[in-house]
């Protein structure tokens, strides 16, 4: 079973149903101790980075995730949720993440014509993971975001993607905790094939 966060944030009926594409079961809940029931977390998102975390501070599911990730369940963030994952962010002042992974997020550069980036774009994987076991080399994904990760330690950056001159981490993670930038839910074949990477190691 794969819990989604339920935050007040996100598309979350979307990756549902993505997850029921690949044969995966899962529930939508902001619960605590149904969340704490399942074999692994997702935490999508859209929006802005303050609202995202104060909607997790005030479900207390913060203080969950950190303890659930301590404990080894896998958690996958989607969009902002990877973003959260990281210490900060300058998005709108400065706001403080969950802090599970080092580094920043920060808004793309005045060189970057045209933000927010938003289409279809390559990722190229930088490292081997599980997550990327289904999905052939260079693939698309489709993306939406104005802010990327500056990732504190380059060990944690599973992919990276180039847009406009500027080469950002579109996948990060370490050991059963990961995080992609864009949306694998909207992002058909590719997506649907990185869900059930996961899904697969949830069900280890």
């Not at 007040?8 to 969340?35: C, I, M, Q």
């Not at 990327?132 to 380059?154: I, K, L, N, R, T």
């Not at 406009?164 to 579109?170: A, E, I, K, N, Q």
Request: charged letters at 20%; aromatic letters at 10%.
């Amino acid at each position: 079973m794969i819990g989604i966060v339920d935050y007040g944030v996100g598309n979350l009926r979307s990756v549902e149903k993505a997850f029921e594409a690949v044969g995966a079961e899962a529930v939508v809940s902001p619960d605590e101790g149904r969340l704490a029931e399942c074999d692994a977390l997702v935490l999508p998102g859209v929006g802005a980075f303050g609202d995202g975390m104060a909607g997790l501070r005030a479900r207390g599911l913060d203080r969950f995730m950190a303890r659930a990730v301590a404990g080894g369940t896998p958690l996958l963030g989607l969009c902002l949720g990877l973003q959260l994952l990281f210490e900060e962010s300058d998005e709108f002042g400065r706001h403080t993440g969950l802090g599970l992974l080092p580094g920043r997020v920060r808004r793309f550069p005045d060189s970057v014509r045209v933000v927010p980036h938003t289409g279809w774009n390559v990722v190229h994987a930088e490292r081997e993971t599980a997550l990327f076991d289904e999905v052939p080399p260079d693939s698309f994904f489709y993306f939406v975001h104005s802010y990327h990760v500056e990732a504190g330690e380059p060990g944690d950056v599973l992919a990276t993607t180039e847009y406009d001159g500027v080469t950002f981490p579109s996948v990060c993670g370490r050991g059963a905790l990961f995080g992609a930038q864009f949306h694998p839910e909207k992002s058909q074949r590719a997506g649907l094939a990185l869900l059930s990477g996961f899904a697969r190691i949830a069900a280890r």
